[in-house]
């Protein structure tokens, strides 16, 4: 792999663990740290809309107690006289304005002397269902306080649909006289209301009956004992969407459970994450245009000059020429490498030099003495012998690349190639004679030393 491009993975490699330590970070600290705003923001939330619910709550137990505290009433629950269902109940107006679906009157002894509802889709009146009578049997006048349970109001579902329900006994504006039954009142929070209280509080709330068992998309055995337990649960549903959930109780004695739902808007995480996404993707723009920028000073400071450094380097080993200098570009570290190298063949071309003046002065004084001066390798084998050879009639050229013990008398040999090994392994010199057989068959007595 070529220099720039190893500098070109190295920055890739570099800037992919840059985004990726980025991901971490932003997903770790950035992104939980704005996620915790956002819960405590939804809870707030969540606790607005609870408000807003006890709000209903306590407006209809208001409108209940003000009419069982009437003298009107007070007669009316004894005598049921028509001029007060004429005044107060015939007009479905009063049940519209105040809100109120359903009007039920006991009397002290725990029986239903009167009820009129309210449809609020035709505008008209309407019978009580036997099942709120049931709600009402198992909450507010039952069967052990057939007088009723003063002040007691929440919530139930009639017909799977929320309801709010109070009671009040029925006692004069003076309070001084006995009660005479109870009045109870309720509320449904039916879609128009809930859209309403959504108006109200800028949220999308949703009131269902908590289904008894488990199905694809509820709450788990453990999520769902925490908002029977009053908690307040957030579930992230996506990028843009976070749903808060709780569960309030019916007013019965083995209460319903009626989940609240409100699905809030997740703007600023939303906003962080494509942030994120933006600065990641700039980051990747940028890191693209730096590795095509840098591609040329690359090239012309680095790469270039060591091209250069590299063809000198074999054009001085093919030539064998090492007295040529090396061209370093730039004052930097290739320049100074340039130097240092041109420095060592100066060094070996002087060494060089020297050898070659050593070696011609040897061959000098060797040639010019009467005696044979020859070299030999570690297998007796002649690598250099002097001219002075040839007056036994053997040419220089011939000797070299022979064996010692070629030339040596056969009774002779054994001498020979002893103290020859014997001078190898000790490197300490030795002088024998032997004798030799010229070219002519005479005998010649010789001593070599080494």
Not at 98 to 106: A, D, G, T, W
Not at 347 to 374: G, H, K
Not at 445 to 450: F, K, R
């Amino acid at each position: 792999m070529k220099i720039n491009h190893r500098v070109i993975v190295i920055l890739g490699v570099a800037i992919c663990s840059l985004l990726v330590a980025l991901a971490i970070i932003s997903h770790f600290f950035i992104l939980n740290t704005f996620a915790d705003i956002e819960n405590n923001q939804a809870t707030a939330d969540m606790q607005r809309v609870l408000t807003r619910l006890d709000d209903q709550v306590e407006d209809v137990a208001a409108v209940c107690r003000q009419w069982a505290q009437s003298d009107d009433t007070y007669s009316f629950v004894n005598d049921l006289n028509p001029a007060y269902i004429d005044a107060n109940l015939a007009e479905p107006a009063l049940f519209r304005n105040m809100k109120i679906n359903y009007v039920l009157f006991y009397n002290s002894t725990g029986k239903l002397v009167y009820s009129r509802g309210y449809n609020p889709e035709g505008g008209t009146n309407r019978g009580v269902p036997e099942e709120l009578r049931t709600i009402i049997s198992n909450s507010i006048v039952s069967d052990s306080f057939p007088s009723g349970i003063s002040g007691r109001r929440g919530y139930s579902l009639l017909n799977g649909e929320p309801v709010i329900i109070a009671g009040y006994h029925i006692t004069s504006s003076n309070q001084q006289e006995p009660s005479r039954g109870t009045l109870v009142m309720v509320r449904q929070l039916d879609a128009g209301m809930i859209s309403e209280l959504a108006q109200q509080t800028e949220m999308d709330i949703t009131l269902s009956q908590v289904p008894r068992t488990a199905g694809p998309g509820s709450l788990s055995a453990a999520e769902r004992a925490k908002t029977e337990g009053g908690a307040i649960l957030l579930i992230p549903v996506n990028d843009t969407v976070i749903r808060g959930s709780t569960t309030i109780t019916g007013i019965e004695n083995t209460p319903t459970k009626i989940r609240v739902m409100v699905n809030f808007s997740r703007p600023v995480f939303h906003q962080v994450q494509l942030s994120i996404a933006y600065i990641m993707g700039v980051i990747i723009i940028l890191a693209f245009i730096l590795i095509v920028v840098i591609r040329w000073p690359l090239k012309k400071y680095i790469v270039n000059p060591i091209l250069t450094l590299d063809t000198d380097m074999l054009d001085i080993a093919r030539s064998g020429n090492v007295s040529r200098q090396i061209s370093g570009q730039g004052d930097d570290e290739i320049r100074s490498l340039a130097g240092s190298l041109n420095h060592m063949f100066e060094e070996i071309n002087s060494a060089q030099q020297q050898i070659c003046e050593s070696e011609s002065r040897f061959r000098a004084l060797a040639e010019n003495t009467p005696d044979i001066v020859f070299s030999a390798d570690r297998d007796g084998i002649f690598l250099y012998i002097t001219p002075q050879v040839e007056k036994y009639g053997f040419p220089v050229n011939e000797v070299v690349g022979k064996r010692i013990a070629d030339y040596v008398f056969p009774d002779d040999r054994a001498v020979v190639l002893e103290r020859f090994a014997q001078v190898i392994q000790d490197g300490h010199g030795t002088a024998v004679s032997f004798r030799i057989l010229d070219t002519w068959q005479n005998i010649h007595w010789l001593e070599a030393n080494s």
